[in-house]
């Protein structure tokens, strides 16, 4: 599966942006999808994943309520809706595939991983 995430750019503090991790080379809906950033100095943290058929989603406590992910696995496509974005969410965002979401809430043994967008917010 290759993975390309776009959407990334500059907003201010409040404001929402939509990224998109659009898929190809295999069958996407047989993939769970997540999605992890990395600020400048710290290390990759997870954001949130949705399951294979959009059975379930999960998000790190720090997005809960502000980030939404879902599918549409028509268009092979992924989208993380971030509102009410804070300064601490500028980092460099990637989305990443497995077939397990497990591995995707770990963050270990990921199969594919798409290429970063990068979230710059003002305050």
């Known amino acids: 599966v290759q993975l390309q995430a776009s959407g990334g750019g500059l907003v201010q503090a409040g404001g929402s942006l939509r990224l998109s991790c659009v898929a190809s080379?295999?069958?996407?809906?047989?993939?769970?999808v997540g999605w992890f950033r990395q600020a400048p100095g710290k290390e990759r943290e997870f954001v949130g994943a949705?399951?294979?058929?959009?059975?379930?989603?999960y998000y790190a406590d720090s997005v809960k309520g502000r980030f939404t992910i879902y599918r549409e696995d028509a268009k092979n496509a992924v989208y993380l809706q971030m509102n009410s974005l804070k300064s601490e969410d500028t980092a460099v965002y990637y989305c990443?595939?497995?077939?397990?979401?497990?591995?995707?809430?770990?963050?270990?043994?990921?199969?594919?991983w798409g290429q970063g967008t990068l979230v710059t917010v003002s305050s």
């Open positions: 080379g295999r069958t996407f809906s047989n993939y769970a």
């Open positions: 949705i399951s294979r058929s959009s059975t379930n989603t």
């Open positions: 990443a595939a497995d077939p397990w979401v497990g591995r995707l809430r770990s963050g270990n043994g990921i199969d594919y």
